[in-house]
């Protein structure tokens, strides 16, 4: 009798002390739980990423840990700690505008897309799809409707990844090319702007102005005179951003069309760049688009000939803005975004600024011949690599500016079945329309052309 109640009361001890045993189990799971949930950062930082960090050492026999992308072939890329929390961007639209380091904007875009084989929505010729007319999807072969094997059925959906070339701002016709895309632009002081095109453009030419001391200050006397001349280019001679932009000439005087549009620009790109700023606003592009310093890595492409500038005073200047005044207005708004976005900056905008010029130095030093320069164009000089450099693929990419580029991409589209000639090559994929041979017609099969009655006399 005493041994049967002893058992009854170890068996409830075990009991209870399971019981507990389950109750505190339960407890550390929740405030594991409860922790992760609260500084879930704090715990991939102390936990994860050194457990991953141990083993890869293991591996690779360093102390970074390492992102694998499809994207680059297989290439390795070694993310700061700030770009390990976020994915590369790789569809964009980029609004190419005139005269304000769009080019040299344009070429650290195309060198991103071409490195790593993504699809391009390029002119069928040169590097311009218009000069005066609206984006408009039928300017590029529709991806959806191409027999090509060499283009996945993902491709095929997902869309185009990147627009460089120049053409005016459409933007229902843009996202029905580039899907989900982040829409970028970078415009210019507009005196500048206006400056620089005015020479680059050599309207002083195409007005007769070249024998006037000061061909732009003989323009802005009667510059509606003028541009009701239509010379070449005209449309740039007066509020050009905005144009690029998608605005028409007949809206520039109108206040608050002005506003709505430059309001309609800021909600619907991303980031808009300083030409003035060139630096700190690549800074703010590669936050967004989640790359590497060397993915911003640049060389100036063209410096405008002295020939081709012209001295401004502070009259002409106050001129020129009131002609451009709808200009001024989308400048004034966006430089002001611009600082603001800078003033939000996630981490140390200085520090990371001056690592990107330190790196675009050496990069500089590295490739470019500062004692010779390439004056084969006249509007302006172009810098050149060194001669023990010229065979480097980084530096020939970082020199390649956007013609070259668009003529290395169209190639490469072609690969795909895209902008084809009217007679394909016999390795691009698409073959021309099949056509019955001459030699399967049967002459002898032709039908008898009837024979006209003969008249009875």
């Not at 005493?2 to 009991?15: H, P, V």
């Not at 992102?67 to 700061?80: F, H």
């Not at 003033?343 to 011949?369: H, P, T, W």
Request: proline share 4%; net charge positive; with cysteine.
């Amino acid at each position: 009798m005493r041994k049967s109640r002893a058992l009854l009361k170890c068996r409830s001890n075990g009991t209870i002390l399971a019981f507990l045993l389950f109750v505190s189990a339960v407890s550390v799971i929740i405030m594991l739980e409860f922790e992760l949930a609260v500084n879930k950062n704090s715990w991939h930082k102390n936990v994860i990423v050194p457990f991953w960090a141990h083993h890869r050492r293991e591996i690779d026999g360093n102390n970074d840990y390492v992102y694998y992308s499809n994207k680059t072939n297989g290439n390795i890329s070694v993310p700061s700690p700030t770009q390990a929390k976020c994915a590369e961007i790789d569809y964009i639209v980029f609004l190419k505008t005139h005269k304000t380091a769009s080019t040299t904007l344009a070429s650290i875009l195309e060198r991103f897309g071409y490195i790593r084989n993504l699809l391009f929505a390029v002119s069928k010729s040169g590097h311009i799809f218009s000069l005066s007319n609206l984006f408009n999807r039928n300017m590029i072969p529709s991806l959806s409707s191409l027999n090509s094997k060499r283009l996945n059925t993902s491709s095929k959906q997902t869309g185009y990844h990147l627009l460089t070339n120049h053409v005016r701002y459409n933007r229902p016709e843009m996202d029905a090319v580039i899907h989900d895309a982040k829409y970028i632009t970078i415009i210019r002081e507009p005196v500048a702007n206006f400056e620089s095109a005015f020479g680059y453009f050599e309207i002083a030419k195409h007005l007769g102005l070249t024998s006037h001391k000061n061909p732009i200050e003989t323009f802005m006397k009667t510059p509606k005179l003028f541009l009701d001349k239509h010379f070449y280019q005209w449309k740039r001679a007066k509020n050009g951003q905005l144009f690029d932009l998608g605005l028409e000439h007949e809206s520039f005087d109108d206040f608050y069309i002005v506003k709505y549009k430059i309001r309609q620009l800021d909600s619907e790109f991303d980031l808009v760049l300083i030409t003035e700023y060139f630096d700190e606003s690549l800074i703010l592009l590669k936050k967004l688009m989640c790359w590497s310093f060397e993915d911003i890595l640049y060389v100036s492409n063209g410096i405008r000939s002295a020939s081709h500038r012209y001295a401004l005073n502070d009259e002409l200047r106050a001129k020129i803005r009131e002609w451009n005044s709808a200009d001024v207005m989308l400048y004034t708004h966006f430089n002001e975004t611009l600082w603001r976005k800078i003033k939000e900056y996630e981490g140390n905008f200085d520090k990371d600024l001056a690592e990107f010029r330190s790196q675009q130095q050496q990069a500089m030093n590295k490739c470019i011949d500062d004692e010779r320069l390439n004056k084969n164009d006249r509007r302006e000089v172009k810098y050149v690599l060194k001669p023990n450099m010229t065979k480097s693929i980084f530096c020939q990419n970082l020199l390649r500016d956007d013609v070259a580029y668009t003529d290395l991409i169209r190639n490469k589209m072609k690969q795909y079945g895209l902008y084809l000639s009217s007679s394909p090559k016999k390795s691009v994929p698409i073959l021309p329309r099949a056509r019955k041979p001459r030699s399967s017609y049967n002459h002898s099969r032709r039908r008898p052309r009837p024979q006209r009655p003969v008249r009875k006399t």
